[in-house]
């Protein structure tokens, strides 16, 4: 038997997202169909526990919802003259910052897998931040960034769609995903996105990295939670803010009159790691 996480949204917190550990079957091999035979066991097991509907989020996903959803493609905005998608991953990995060399920008325009597998990524020391579009991102908590990227994605107006499907599951999956070998998760990002859209987060104050942080390690209180009037239902259900309502990926373009008139949704002081991205540009980064 082996043993994976489900990821799925807290309905109180943070923390955010609850983490489940079960016990399944294990297909060994590399092709797809053994692939898909684990996250049926997974899922399987899973539904055991009362936990359902599960979407696994992978390029093995065997729900093209998922597999769109993976960090491979899921992308942020176009690169370069030929207007090439930047992917979640290949934004991730341009990003990093090491003892001896980096950002390596020219990562935005790779494939995902040629971005994961650059040999510089191994070996440049170890990372010490991350820099994306000139702005200095730290490195905890480990998972700040990559799931900062994540939900940044989702927020885009053109991913408004896959966003909006989230809202359908209870939790989410991701077969390769090994919390004893690795740190970063594209299933609990969605969870986290879900839990945000359920509570009532303000989601284009998350352009904001400070406000962000400030939400996942628990610190901004009201600020980035509504009081109970006005938060949604917990359940699967819950349709959340409306798909028309995101994409406006910055707190300046809420309207300041608004933020003024209602003092529990205004982003916290912490503003130096704030990326206009309604601002950035769609030609070579």
């Not at 994976?4 to 079957?25: A, M, Y």
């Not at 030929?82 to 991953?89: F, I, K, L, N, Q």
């Not at 990003?95 to 897998?113: H, I, M, N, W």
Request: net charge positive.
């Amino acid at each position: 038997m082996a043993q994976r996480p489900v990821f799925i949204p807290s309905p109180q917190g943070p923390p955010w997202v609850e983490e489940r550990i079960i016990e399944f079957t294990w297909h060994p091999g590399f092709a797809l169909s053994q692939a898909r035979k684990s996250i049926e066991s997974l899922h399987q097991g899973a539904r055991k526990d009362g936990i359902k509907p599960i979407l696994e989020i992978s390029s093995k996903s065997p729900n093209p919802l998922g597999r769109q959803l993976s960090a491979f493609q899921l992308s942020l905005w176009a690169v370069g003259a030929a207007g090439t998608p930047m992917s979640v991953e290949c934004a991730f990995q341009g990003s990093k910052v090491f003892q001896e060399g980096g950002p390596y920008t020219d990562l935005y325009k790779a494939s995902s897998r040629q971005a994961k597998r650059d040999p510089r990524i191994r070996e440049s020391g170890d990372l010490v931040k991350f820099q994306f579009m000139g702005t200095d991102v730290p490195t905890e908590p480990k998972n700040l960034f990559y799931d900062w990227l994540y939900l940044m994605a989702l927020n885009l107006k053109k991913n408004s769609t896959l966003a909006q499907s989230l809202l359908e599951y209870a939790a989410f999956s991701d077969i390769a995903f090994n919390p004893r070998k690795s740190i970063n998760c594209q299933a609990r990002a969605a969870a986290l996105y879900v839990a945000f859209r359920r509570r009532g987060v303000e989601m284009g104050n998350l352009a904001d990295v400070g406000f962000f942080r400030s939400l996942v390690t628990g610190k901004a209180g009201p600020r980035g939670v509504p009081g109970p009037a006005n938060s949604p239902a917990s359940g699967v259900d819950t349709p959340g803010a409306p798909a028309g309502e995101q994409g406006s990926l910055g707190a300046h373009d809420l309207p300041s009159a608004r933020r003024a008139r209602d003092p529990a949704r205004r982003a916290p002081p912490e503003r130096q790691l704030s990326l206009p991205f309604d601002d950035l540009p769609s030609a070579d980064c």
